[in-house]
């Protein structure tokens, strides 16, 4: 299944005054950044969509257990995904940021990734 292709900055990757589609694994790896990067009531068409950051993850004593579980879900959701390999969270108090590590499998094969959650407000 096809996809719009994103660029570094999230928007539509536009060359030749032609959308840019993907398909495969990079669809599928950039389906769960997407996911990952949606905050919770972010979207104004579904408030329901999204990732607790504010209220439970980008706290000061966030319970590790229940965002593991979160993280694991919400990435096994993903159109394509078959199951969750490993996960990693770390956070980086300089940069105020949260580090998710992944590796999903899917039918396409395994995909790896890093991808970083800054809390701005």
Not at 14 to 19: D, S, V
Not at 85 to 108: G, P, Q, W, Y
Request: glycine fraction near 4%; charge should be positive.
């Amino acid at each position: 299944m096809f996809d719009l292709k994103l660029n570094s900055q999230h928007d539509l990757l536009i060359k030749e005054n032609r959308l840019v589609l993907t398909d495969g694994m990079n669809a599928i790896a950039q389906r769960i950044k997407i996911v990952l990067l949606t905050f919770a009531g972010e979207w104004f068409l579904d408030v329901s969509q999204g990732l607790p950051y504010f209220d439970e993850i980008l706290v000061k004593n966030p319970n590790s257990t229940r965002i593991y579980a979160i993280f694991r879900r919400q990435i096994a959701r993903v159109r394509g995904v078959k199951r969750v390999i490993n996960l990693t969270l770390s956070v980086d108090r300089k940069s105020r940021s949260l580090i998710v590590e992944f590796e999903a499998e899917s039918a396409e094969g395994v995909i790896k990734d890093k991808i970083s959650i800054k809390r701005y407000e």
